[in-house]
């Protein structure tokens, strides 16, 4: 049964900072691997999806990568900004194209 | 983008009532529709996976005849909560795929309803 896990559950960080948030799974049979983004009482906004195939996925200021065989993703969000403050979710989508999502990392950017 | 579109926002019903809860894709076919529920601070989790015409596939512990879920149209999902109690209390998320089935498919989600049982 595949397990998404997301560290850390929590981050604060200044205005400015280059951040990692990190994300594992357990079975590396995924069709691909994709970041969400959830404001407080809302819904997903889809960030990135990387293909099983690839390695990386790039949007503006995101960046997320893929280690399929450790069982791993990242994102990286460069020159954080207060409007990044939100929950972000990892999903992997499984063999029966159903997603299974981490618990999230609660980010707050402070001005 | 593809928009999901899904209704109340927010309910605040009494213990043993029921409640409608929609889920509709505006502007693309929704073959699929998931229905998820997230308790605070929690992850998503997968209630169930319905396609149009036929009956939903519910996850393991999902009561079916408490979440009713009828997908009857290809815009159109709904789930019903029956004779809600306050544990079903929680934020409840749809999705919708044109069912095309490719690694590289991406999901659309509705805005939440948040339902409170008191």
């Known amino acids: 049964k595949q397990e998404v896990t997301q560290i850390p559950a929590a981050l604060s960080v200044p205005e400015g900072e280059n951040l990692v948030l990190n994300c594992s799974f357990t079975?590396?049979?995924?069709?691909?691997l994709q970041w969400f983004r959830q404001d407080p009482g809302k819904g997903l906004t889809s960030l990135l999806l990387i293909q099983s195939s690839q390695r990386e996925q790039t949007s503006g200021r995101l960046n997320a990568s893929l280690d399929k065989s450790s069982g791993r993703s990242t994102l990286y969000i460069a020159a954080s900004q207060p409007g990044d403050s939100a929950t972000y979710l990892c999903a992997a989508m499984d063999s029966s194209y159903k997603l299974i999502f981490g618990s999230g990392t609660r980010l707050l950017v402070r001005p | 983008g593809a928009v999901v579109s899904q209704h109340p926002s927010r309910v605040i019903c009494k213990s043993g009532t029921s409640v409608k809860i929609e889920c509709r894709s505006l502007?693309?076919?929704?073959?699929?529709m998931f229905w998820y529920r997230q308790f605070p601070k929690q992850s998503l989790m997968l209630m169930a996976t319905?396609?149009?015409?036929?009956?939903?596939?519910?996850e393991q512990g999902v009561e079916k005849d408490k979440f009713l879920i009828n997908h009857a149209s290809l815009t159109l999902s709904t789930l019903t909560v029956t004779s809600a109690h306050p544990e079903d209390s929680s934020f409840y998320i749809c999705s919708a795929s044109s069912g095309f089935r490719s690694t590289n498919e991406k999901l659309f989600f509705g805005s939440g309803t948040q339902l409170s049982v008191l």
């Open positions: 502007d693309f076919q929704a073959t699929t």
């Open positions: 079975d590396s049979a995924i069709y691909n």
């Open positions: 319905s396609n149009e015409g036929s009956k939903a596939t519910y």
